[in-house]
């Protein structure tokens, strides 16, 4: 199976478990693949065959921008469920790393899913 990578999309999103964490915007990063098979797109060079990536992004966008959230795990799965229901993606992988933390020690706090259109 083919992947469609996006790596470390910015975003400024109002998410965090205290209602003060959420009241300012903050900076996450998020990475994505899906999974489908690109044969088809490859041998005709026609993007119907494929994703968009730029559509991917603009639907992450709209996802992430459009509410408050409290974890990054709902963020995650709302991302991978509109992937999987919008694109002809069979499966789709989720990270999102939130690096702005309390705990200086650490480099950023980060949530994986792996998600299937069938699954």
Same mark, same amino acid.
């Given at each position: 199976?083919?992947? &469609?990578?996006? =790596? ?23 990475? @994505? ?13 026609? %993007?119907? *065959?494929?994703?968009? *990536? ?14 408050? *959230?409290? %974890? ?6 709302? &991302? ?11 499966? @789709? %992988? @989720?990270?999102?790393? =939130?690096?702005?933390?309390?705990? =200086?020690?650490? =480099? *950023?706090?980060?949530? $994986? &899913? %792996?998600? $299937?259109?069938?699954?």
């Amino acid at each position: 199976m083919d992947k &469609i990578i996006l =790596k470390e999309a910015g975003f400024l999103c109002n998410v965090g478990v205290s209602a003060e964490e959420r009241r300012k915007k903050q900076e996450i990063f998020i990475d @994505v693949e899906l999974f489908l098979d690109t044969k088809k797109a490859a041998k005709t060079d026609d %993007l119907k *065959y494929t994703v968009n *990536y730029s559509e991917v992004y603009d639907t992450i966008k709209n996802i992430v921008e459009r509410k408050k *959230y409290k %974890l990054i795990e709902t963020i995650s799965q709302d &991302i991978a469920e509109n992937i999987l229901n919008k694109f002809n993606a069979e499966k @789709v %992988l @989720v990270n999102i790393q =939130k690096p702005k933390l309390k705990n =200086k020690n650490l =480099k *950023y706090a980060a949530v $994986e &899913i %792996l998600r $299937e259109k069938n699954g």
